[in-house]
């Protein structure tokens, strides 16, 4: 994953996101059935999506150029013998015990600030762009919501790709 450049998949959920909240008809014709309460699901998923993103693109960062073991080698997992392992979604625990959390702790409050600002911000520009969509708190605490559910999920998920 090394030609990767940073932070480009948070760029592309971002850029993806903004067309979909800001453009006035951005899936034209679709006819999806919905359900009531179908938009705070899609609100929650696009910026659990961006939380996700930014976590991913700023452990490559930090594993490229500053991690405080840059040589460290990631250990592979390996269950115990005498007890199956099962995956941790517990945020307060590394992966691994000889693995230390590689993000550094403004990097961690940013990525969680940086969805939620978003999401806060885009409601404010839907209602001053008078495109037919408004600001409603609801969507910004779906915002939040899908944000919180992402921490736990992302990092399980990260914890365990070969990033380096």
Known sequence: MTHIKP?????????????????PDPLPDNDLPL???????VHA?????LYFALRFDL??????????HPNAPIPPHQPSPSRPSRPSLSPSRPSHPSQPSTLPLGGRIAIIAIPIIAGGAIELLQESMAMGRGCEFADFLA??????????????????????
């Open 45 to 49: 998923c696009m910026f659990g999506g």
């Open 7 to 23: 932070f480009i998949f948070s760029a592309i959920v971002l850029t993806a996101i903004l067309w979909l909240t800001l453009s």
């Open 35 to 41: 359900f009531e309460g179908m938009d705070k699901i």
């Open 59 to 68: 452990t490559l960062w930090t594993r490229r150029h500053g991690n405080t």
């Open 143 to 164: 915002d939040i919501a899908g944000v919180v559910i992402a921490i736990p999920i992302s990092r399980a998920i990260i914890a365990r790709l070969p990033l380096r």
